[in-house]
């Protein structure tokens, strides 16, 4: 009996048990069938507001994307990004310790190749060369939305999405 996984053909042999019913007990399939299982994005949520960082990790996970960590000030970030290895920092600009433009230039010379967003209220304040300057990859207004922010994700983390708008 052939079968065929991925367009090849596969040859298996039929048990006693197939042959008497005709039914097919595919065990050795198994090994021939790849299966497709995305790997889970990493994110790192940094804001000072629990009940934010509540809603933004309901959102993230709601879009596929597993929540490695979260941290309340700069300084917790930091620490946090060091040791859990993200594949995305989203960070608040307004926080204690250090804010988020600190943490963001600290994190891009830790950590050179990992997007760095930075969701913030005060968006309209915080100019794209300023951002680009310390290596904020986007910096995205909390009044936008979580849609917007969705879409910025989906690019930075799968660089062969469209952009953007």
């Given at each position: 009996?052939h ?37 889970s ?10 009940t ?26 930091i ?62 207004s ?14 930075l ?9």
């Open positions: 009996m079968f065929f996984c991925h367009g090849k053909r596969s040859d298996l042999q039929l048990s006693n048990i197939e042959q008497a019913t005709g039914i097919p007990v595919l065990l050795e399939a198994a090994n021939t069938i790849q299966t497709f299982q995305p790997v994005k990493r994110l790192l949520i940094v804001d000072d507001d629990s934010v960082r509540l809603v933004i990790r309901a959102f993230v996970e709601a879009d596929g994307y597993e929540v490695c960590g979260e941290a309340a000030d700069g300084v917790e970030a620490d946090r990004a060091a040791k859990l290895k993200p594949d995305l920092i989203l960070l608040d600009l307004a926080m204690p310790r250090l804010n988020g433009a600190e943490v963001a230039s600290i994190l891009r010379h830790v950590m050179p190749k990992v997007p760095i967003v930075l969701f913030t209220m005060y968006a309209d304040d915080f100019g794209a060369k300023l951002a680009s300057a310390i290596g904020v990859n986007v910096v995205l909390k009044p936008e939305g979580l849609s917007k922010l969705g879409r910025h994700l989906k690019v983390l799968n660089p062969k999405a469209s952009s953007c708008a």
